[in-house]
């Protein structure tokens, strides 16, 4: 029964009749996780943690969860430990796919994790016949801001200028318009001196596009040494960027942005390549970066995107995700849509549907719109999907866990 008709026939009820053939508060009817299933999509992403492998988990009671993300190793490795699991309880199974191995799950790991955590929190979704961001605790916003990368805009041709291409993006209405720091042919040379002398004028002339009161931000790519990032974000200070992406080379940004930062006073925003909330939470918890751009699933799922929300919500960091697969973008629309911080969204499917997902995500106008399908509110078309593996039997040769008094996963 749907939530509302529930409410309904609560306030219909007379006497006392109903609430007390009502099971306990909280309760749920016991279920067990059977089978875990991966597929390829049609035209699979082959950049890994971008992976839009889609992940089923299916349970004795008749219910399906879907996820996406993973590769096929480390699937099956983390769905082995679900097995036989009651799928109601999803930070513990978190915990375990986490920790029941002896070496720490690496961001690869992470991401398979986080796939299967999609699926579960679909299933909880479902199971409760509401979407997961009511279970979550109910949207804040009305909608989720967007900006595109690379997806198709009414009237976009190759040849515009970076100033037409502003203008055709704001009126697709998009939040924010976004481009690449003097960006070059690939596999070619990259003179960052150069590049930079011709990211000014770039620049400028999204500021044109955009208007004065437009939003527009520009991706370094991690292409720049800090030196070079410093008088990138000095150059284009007073064409006031919404914000300055990846602006140094990951390996350094725990040691780097905090200098660039002292230095520059362009809005920040850092991220796509890390896993799990350590990773970052230095650079949160010192305002060294003004947006957070983790993800689904890489992150290692709702699960932990949650916590690294609460992080950025204490010290008033913004989130803007980098764009994965649609199943995993669905999931940010639902998670992120309730969290009461700036959300900005990283978008690349300009509203059209894939064969394998004909229905998927809400989008008009530049935005996406949380719904009110039970679970992450996805459905899936078996037919343009290829099997990849299965998962039913558990996964216990060299995992073990360990138990705190209370019950609770502690390490090896």
Not at 160 to 174: F, V
Not at 188 to 215: I, M, S, W
């Amino acid at each position: 029964m749907h939530r509302r008709a529930f409410l309904k026939s609560l306030a219909a009820a007379s006497g006392g009749g109903l609430m007390a053939s009502l099971p306990a508060e909280g309760s749920l009817p016991k279920t067990k996780i059977t089978r875990v299933r991966v597929y390829a999509p049609p035209n699979p992403n082959p950049l890994f943690n971008q992976s839009d492998l889609i992940v089923t988990i299916e349970t004795d009671g008749g219910l399906t969860g879907i996820g996406e993300g993973g590769s096929k190793q480390m699937l099956e490795q983390s769905a082995g430990r679900l097995i036989g699991r009651d799928p109601q309880y999803i930070e513990r199974l978190w915990q375990d796919m986490s920790r029941a191995f002896f070496y720490p799950a690496g961001r690869e790991k992470e991401d398979a994790i986080g796939a299967l955590d999609l699926a579960l929190w679909d299933l909880k979704g479902k199971m409760l016949s509401l979407p997961v961001h009511e279970v979550l605790g109910g949207a804040v916003r009305n909608y989720c801001e967007c900006y595109n990368t690379a997806g198709i805009i009414p009237g976009m041709r190759r040849g515009m200028s970076i100033k037409e291409r502003a203008q055709l993006t704001m009126a697709a209405g998009y939040r924010c318009f976004r481009m690449g720091a003097a960006d070059a042919p690939a596999n070619g040379p990259f003179n960052t001196h150069e590049r930079l002398n011709q990211l000014y004028e770039d620049c400028v002339q999204a500021r044109d596009g955009v208007g004065k009161n437009g939003d527009w931000c520009v991706d370094f790519h991690q292409r720049f040494d800090l030196s070079d990032a410093i008088r990138g974000c000095n150059l284009i200070e007073n064409l006031t960027p919404y914000f300055v992406e990846d602006p140094v080379r990951a390996e350094a940004f725990l040691e780097d942005i905090p200098i660039l930062r002292r230095k520059v006073n362009v809005p920040l925003a850092a991220g796509e390549e890390w896993g799990n909330r350590w990773d970052f939470n230095k650079l949160v918890e010192n305002h060294d970066i003004d947006y957070v751009r983790a993800t689904l699933p890489n992150v290692g799922g709702i699960t932990e995107m949650m916590k690294i929300a609460a992080i950025c919500e204490t010290h008033f960091v913004g989130i803007v995700p980098h764009f994965t697969g649609p199943v995993a973008t669905a999931a940010l629309v639902n998670c992120l849509s309730t969290y009461s911080g700036p959300v900005l969204m990283e978008y690349n499917y300009q509203g059209r549907t894939l064969p394998h997902l004909p229905v998927c995500l809400d989008f008009k106008d530049g935005k996406l719109y949380p719904n009110e399908r039970p679970g992450l509110g996805v459905e899936l078309n078996m037919k343009a999907l290829t099997p990849v593996t299965e998962i039913t039997q558990p996964v216990t040769a060299r995992a073990q866990t360990y138990f705190r008094p209370d019950g609770s996963i502690t390490n090896w």
